[in-house]
């Protein structure tokens, strides 16, 4: 079965077990939620994948420090990031391990798929390898003083005889892709720095580890001596979790309604291998590439990159439950442009609590369905005529190609015009002096645009869209784009819910 038009697969990278997840990761996972939220929002059946990676060495090693065995380790661990995409309302349909039957099983099809090719070969190395990026290094990409340029340390010189996969027969391939597919990576700068790498040319890599250095891999299919290489091995993850190499045919017969992947989302540091390793890995074992691989940029905290040594790591559960968890998964789509680096702070985030959501939005449904319950008895008034289909094509425009924060600006500029109509209006005053019809047109222009903007908002906020739709009287609201466009959909004559503030106020 071939990729169905209908679906949407969305992936976040698997995630390391090696330490806690913190901010960063909860980034990358609810960026991933809105898009697959959008989806759909539009229609779209989704498959929304997260998972962890489990292998290699940073986790024998983490795992051995902490005296237990790898397997026991890795349990512990996954478990806490599996809880975290409940804790963060990431609506994943899938969570992968890489220590799984149906990855391991998988892997060692792809593996074989790649040596069906002729990609796979044995040769002697000897290179500098990092063990935090799980990444050899050659000395041009060291910093000045030959460290790892992501983790400031000196990388380790290895030299066994390894399986080398022949990435640089893949170049020109890729060369090809790149310039036909001009948004093949977003964002653009990122293209051009993967395009700039293929220009200088692609170098084979090593792919297996021997055993007797690292035991703690999935076993190279024919050869008990070595172990897969963490990354061939981890980005295996976004085909084995669809079914590849569940069944025992040929590795060509291979198609799921879900395949080519929609969308690979990550942070810069891992764009490498998503937008030039894993598409040569798809085209020497025949399989289609993802339409697109989104490398965002870092979030640092108060300027300072997050490190346990700064001791300035924040752990999302914490800003959850001081702020709500729609708050935290606004402010880091509306303060921060997505694709580059940003900044996370508590203050900027208070800053963004008080003006845009307490006061801006919280603020305007609250005083609205007050007049509405003094001056309509309650009910939504007569319909009015609007529209405001030209700005949700817009919204959609823009959520479309990643572009979170202008989305969510069109939203916010019409949530200040209707507080400003109110202003303008005064509502209040025309009740006073029997004009009515002015009442209830303003108050119905203002009804039925929370509603939209409950739509609009749900990709981001969730549980905020629900609660503002149940005040404005609905049971249930399916949230569709369909209905996002279509003016008038809040019946007059409904009843409308006063209830306590979307946003409450802030403990001290
Ligand atoms: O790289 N800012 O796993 P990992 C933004 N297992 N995003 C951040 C971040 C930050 N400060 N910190 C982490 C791996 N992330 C491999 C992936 S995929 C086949 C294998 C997010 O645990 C971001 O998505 O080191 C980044 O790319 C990822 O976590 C790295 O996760």
């Not at 990431?90 to 069906?116: L, N, V, Y």
């Not at 001791?311 to 800003?319: E, H, R, T």
């Not at 903007?453 to 549980?463: G, L, T, Y």
Request: aromatic letters at 12%; proline letters at 5%; one cysteine or more.
């Amino acid at each position: 079965m071939p990729k169905n038009s209908d679906h949407y697969y969305i992936t976040t990278p698997i995630y390391y077990v090696n330490a806690a997840a913190h901010i960063g990761h909860a980034y990358t996972s609810i960026a991933a939620d809105v898009m697959a939220r959008f989806q759909r929002l539009c229609g779209k059946q989704v498959n929304f994948l997260t998972g962890t990676d489990e292998h290699g060495q940073k986790i024998a090693r983490a795992a051995d420090a902490k005296g237990v065995g790898p397997q026991t380790f890795v349990d512990e661990i996954s478990q806490t990031f599996r809880d975290l995409h409940v804790a963060l309302g990431a609506s994943i349909t899938d969570f992968i391990r890489t220590t799984e039957p149906r990855h391991i099983i998988g892997a060692q099809k792809f593996w074989e798929a790649a040596a069906a090719a002729g990609d796979i070969y044995k040769k002697t190395y000897e290179g500098l390898y990092c063990v935090g990026c799980e990444q050899f290094y050659i000395p041009k990409d060291l910093d000045a003083e030959g460290r790892c340029p992501i983790h400031l340390k000196v990388p380790e010189l290895l030299q066994e005889e390894n399986y080398f996969f022949r990435l640089s027969k893949y170049s020109d391939a890729l060369k090809k892709h790149f310039d036909e597919n001009p948004h093949f990576v977003f964002p653009q700068n990122r293209q051009k720095e993967m395009r700039q790498i293929l220009e200088d040319g692609l170098e084979d890599i090593s792919i297996s580890r021997s055993v007797e250095k690292l035991s703690w891999g999935i076993p190279v299919p024919g050869d008990d001596t070595q172990v897969m290489y963490v990354w061939f091995d981890a980005l295996t993850n976004y085909v084995t979790a669809i079914g590849y190499g569940a069944r025992d045919d040929s590795h060509d017969a291979f198609t799921s309604p879900w395949w080519p992947a929609d969308a690979h989302v990550m942070a810069k540091e891992i764009n490498r291998f998503h937008a030039l390793l894993w598409p040569a890995m798809l085209l020497s074992a025949k399989l289609a590439l993802p339409e697109q691989v989104v490398a965002h940029g870092w979030l640092t905290v108060d300027g300072q990159k997050m490190s346990k040594s700064l001791g300035n790591v924040v752990n999302p559960y914490d800003v959850i439950s001081k702020y709500g968890l729609d708050s935290f998964r606004f402010f880091l789509f509306r303060e921060m442009p997505f694709g580059g680096d940003g900044d996370f702070s508590f203050t900027k985030l208070e800053a963004r609590y008080r003006a845009d959501l307490q006061n801006d939005l919280g603020n305007l449904l609250m005083r609205t369905i007050a007049m509405a319950i003094k001056f309509c008895d309650g009910k939504v008034p007569p319909t009015t005529p609007g529209t405001h289909e030209e700005l949700w094509h817009k919204y959609s425009e823009h959520m479309n190609r990643w572009e979170f924060q202008p989305a969510l600006e069109i939203i916010w500029d019409y949530v200040r015009a209707l507080n400003q109509l109110i202003d303008r209006e005064k509502p209040w005053t025309a009740a006073k002096e029997g004009r009515t019809a002015d009442v209830e047109r303003t108050l119905y222009t203002i009804l039925e645009g929370l509603r939209q903007i409950a739509i609009a908002v749900s990709p981001f906020m969730p549980e905020t869209s629900q609660k503002m739709l149940a005040q404005l009287g609905f049971d249930y609201f399916d949230p569709k784009f369909d209905n996002l466009i279509e003016w008038g959909l809040l019946k007059s004559g409904g009843t409308l819910i006063a209830e306590s503030p979307l946003f409450p106020q802030l403990a001290e």
